[in-house]
């Protein structure tokens, strides 16, 4: 596509609920990246994929969230078990090589 | 630890003055250096990316590099209103991730 979508662009979750989070990186991107941005703060790494390499996932704040991308294309950020600190802004971002990101609007996760 | 560090601001300028944004990294072997900006709000938005030293300016917008002092600058001639913002500074190393700085508030003052 022209940009990169983000799904949903908001979402209110129950604590402790599941929720899956959705990123369609620009066609024929190689490298694909999620970072999380709490209001007022900057962007915090969580993982980041580089083609059929293994993903970085040094990022990740704890094992309640995972990721996966298939194909080489969509990737789905999953946090399982969700508390009220995962409230935050998700931003999902592909770049070609050793260009610059492009990110996508967002995700806004409510925790209740 | 490859860092990123920008002032954080805020930095109030007139309408129509220049606006000098900077930001220091401390890994030698970076390649590549990038100015986005992002509106309250909003997604962060690439503004400027600069790889060799020196000058490059695009529009009102001009982006220095001194690799030797190991900082890179934006200069926002001709400031308006709409350059209100966080001006966030990203740097790569060797790899393809890049290092970002927690950005500079910017307020244009009319």
């Known amino acids: 596509g022209a940009g990169v979508s983000q799904s949903p662009s908001n979402k209110v979750t129950e604590k402790g609920k599941d929720v899956e989070l959705r990123c369609d990186p620009i066609s024929g991107h190689t490298a694909l990246y999620w970072y999380r941005q709490s209001l007022g703060q900057g962007l915090e790494f969580l993982i980041y994929?580089?083609?059929?390499?293994?993903?970085?996932k040094s990022g990740l704040p704890s094992d309640r969230f995972s990721a996966e991308r298939t194909g080489g294309s969509v990737s789905t950020l999953t946090i399982q078990r969700t508390q009220q600190e995962d409230s935050a802004v998700y931003l999902c971002a592909s770049s070609l090589e050793k260009n610059g990101y492009t990110f996508g609007s967002g995700t806004r996760l409510t925790v209740v | 630890q490859k860092e990123v560090e920008q002032n954080s601001g805020p930095l109030s300028v007139p309408e129509g003055a220049i606006a000098s944004l900077n930001c220091t990294y401390s890994d030698r072997v970076s390649q590549s250096f990038f100015w986005y900006r992002q509106y309250s709000g909003k997604s962060p938005e690439l503004i400027m990316s600069i790889y060799s030293n020196g000058d490059k300016e695009d529009g009102r917008f001009t982006a220095q590099l001194n690799k030797a002092s190991q900082y890179v600058s934006l200069l926002i001639r001709d400031s308006q209103p709409s350059d209100s913002a966080t001006y966030l500074c990203?740097?790569?190393?060797?790899?393809?991730?890049?290092?970002w700085g927690a950005g500079t508030k910017l307020i244009i003052k009319p």
């Open positions: 990203a740097v790569r190393p060797s790899n393809y991730q890049l290092i």
């Open positions: 994929f580089q083609g059929n390499s293994a993903p970085d």
